[in-house]
């Protein structure tokens, strides 16, 4: 995002972390082997829906926090 | 996918059960009244998970000792002391519920091998010690190891044991809730171990051929129940082991 010449951070997105495996859903990932495409938000994923890693349901996510786990983030 | 391992001992903490603490009462009194083949499976099961969880409580200290630093030595060590409460949870449910005979566990293990394929006996009294054998020998063998563990073994073979016996002791005509509890149990804490090994293989710069061999053995070992789980839930085993890998970062060929 550019404003006046001046870029503009994006706004951060919102992510999912499966407090039970760790596993974070990421929307513009999404879970395409899940049944998942990319660029969806995790309120619009299916309730049957399960962690890839663990297979814990989706009510066992919860959002992740601006800056949480900073120091840890994967490339 | 978070990176580090730090929060994994945070977690483990957070999830501390005793299996002490578990009423077995109605199990005692429900063991006897059910049908032949309920308590045949029930026991097959229960078979498996004593000689899974005995063998895993103990190679796990070589996985320990090879790993990269501080803090995946600590996870290490959290899930020793889960897999070691896992291994004396389902010997007391042998013991206990199901009057498997035998003056201590070791004794009891021995009685229960006749009750699984020779090839879960195989898997875990011979392959992954030999695994664990290799790793303290040479720790730069921790990815591979920890595909057989995690991925293949916790992965696969115990987690569609466990949601097998959940969904057999769903179907009992006399329930066993204290066996149902801590199952559940076992599963919340093999959730973080599954997701453990996630991290470190993701971490790692996995070569094709070991991804492959971790995908090949995943499907192999499924089937090392036999018939005490059913073949949809060796597909779906299979299924998700491929797609963690996938999610974990290894790409198919």
């Known amino acids: 995002m550019s404003v006046g010449g001046q870029v503009l951070d994006k706004p951060e997105t919102k992510r999912w972390y499966c407090e039970p495996c760790g596993f974070v859903y990421d929307p513009e990932e999404g879970d395409p082997d899940g049944g998942i495409p990319p660029g969806t938000p995790f309120e619009e994923i299916p309730d049957d829906w399960m962690c890839p890693i663990c297979g814990a349901t989706k009510a066992d996510f919860r959002e992740l926090l601006p800056g949480e786990f900073p120091d840890e983030w994967g490339s | ?253």
């Not at chain 2, 992965?155 to 149902?180: I, K």
């Open chain 2, 1 to 253: 996918m978070i990176r580090g391992y730090s929060h994994f001992v945070t977690l483990a903490e957070s999830l501390q059960w005793d299996e002490k603490d578990i009423d077995y009462s109605q199990d005692r009194a429900s063991w006897p009244l059910l049908a032949e083949d309920e308590s045949a499976k029930v026991l097959g099961l229960i078979a498996g998970f004593v000689i899974a969880e005995s063998s895993v409580s103990e190679e796990i200290r070589s996985y320990q000792a090879a790993a990269t630093d501080e803090s995946m030595e600590a996870v290490f060590r959290a899930q020793e002391r889960d897999e070691e409460r896992h291994a004396r949870f389902f010997d007391l449910v042998a013991a206990d519920v199901a009057g498997v005979p035998g003056a201590d566990a070791a004794a009891r293990r021995d009685a229960l091998r006749a009750h699984v394929r020779p090839e879960l006996v195989e898997l875990f009294e011979q392959r992954l010690p030999a695994t664990a054998r290799r790793l303290a020998e040479d720790h730069g063998a921790l990815t591979s190891a920890v595909g057989l563990y995690h991925m293949v073994i916790e992965g696969v073979v115990l987690l569609a044991g466990q949601h097998a016996m959940l969904d057999t002791l769903e179907g009992l005509s006399h329930p066993l809730p204290g066996l149902r509890k801590g199952v559940e149990l076992v599963l919340r804490d093999e959730r973080w171990h599954i997701g453990f090994g996630s991290r470190i293989v993701q971490n790692a710069d996995l070569g094709r051929d070991e991804a492959d061999a971790m995908l090949a053995q995943g499907e192999a070992a499924a089937k090392v129940w036999g018939n005490l789980i059913t073949p949809d839930a060796i597909d779906g085993a299979v299924r998700q082991h491929r797609r963690r890998l996938k999610a974990a970062g290894i790409k198919f060929w």
